[in-house]
């Protein structure tokens, strides 16, 4: 199963996102998507899956609550905006996803993948390039990639 992973859109989704998820099954949307606009424009592709980021004003529960815990293809996913929110999550998920920073992460520690597929919206924080993620669940066991896209 691959999903496609997006973060800190900031209301715009480049046309190179398109691209980069044909053919991806989901995506999950990790925070400060900037408009109604941004999800419609990727549900043209799959269903996406959201949580809320820290400029997401009126975006709240239950539609985009802060964070969401799922298991797909066996395996547990933790997905949020800030990383602060994954701190100390029992039991520990596979895979903790999430935005904010607009830095691309893609590291195991402590058995866990912490996966930000970086900014798609716009760079900031020393980010230069717009990227997304692309995860591949297989038989329980997921394998995370990021992609420019700009």
Same mark, same amino acid.
Request: glycine content about 12%; hydrophobic content about 40%; some cysteine.
């Given at each position: 199963?691959?999903?496609? $992973?997006?973060?800190?859109? !900031?209301?715009?989704?480049?046309?190179?996102?398109?691209?980069?998820?044909?053919? $991806?099954? /989901?995506?999950? !949307?990790?925070?400060?998507?900037?408009?109604?606009?941004?999800?419609?424009?990727?549900?043209?592709?799959?269903? @996406? @899956?959201? @949580?809320?980021?820290?400029?997401?004003?009126?975006?709240?529960?239950?539609?985009?609550?802060?964070?969401?815990?799922?298991?797909?293809?066996?395996?547990?996913?933790?997905?949020?905006?800030?990383?602060?929110?994954?701190?100390?999550?029992?039991?520990?998920?596979?895979?903790?996803?999430?935005?904010?920073? !607009?830095?691309?992460?893609?590291?195991?520690?402590?058995?866990?993948?912490?996966?930000?597929?970086?900014?798609?919206?716009?760079?900031?924080?020393?980010?230069?390039?717009?990227?997304?993620?692309?995860?591949?669940?297989?038989?329980?066991?997921?394998?995370?990639?990021? /992609?420019?896209?700009?």
């Amino acid at each position: 199963m691959r999903i496609g $992973v997006i973060a800190d859109t !900031h209301g715009r989704v480049p046309a190179e996102v398109f691209e980069a998820f044909a053919g $991806v099954v /989901m995506i999950l !949307h990790a925070g400060d998507i900037g408009g109604e606009s941004v999800i419609a424009d990727l549900e043209t592709l799959a269903r @996406v @899956v959201a @949580v809320r980021g820290n400029t997401d004003v009126g975006f709240g529960p239950p539609l985009y609550p802060d964070t969401r815990r799922l298991t797909l293809e066996g395996v547990d996913l933790f997905l949020c905006h800030e990383p602060y929110r994954a701190e100390r999550l029992t039991p520990p998920p596979d895979i903790i996803i999430h935005g904010h920073t !607009h830095k691309a992460r893609n590291e195991v520690i402590n058995g866990v993948l912490w996966f930000n597929p970086g900014t798609a919206g716009k760079p900031q924080f020393d980010a230069r390039a717009l990227t997304v993620g692309i995860l591949t669940l297989t038989d329980g066991k997921v394998t995370g990639e990021i /992609m420019e896209v700009r």
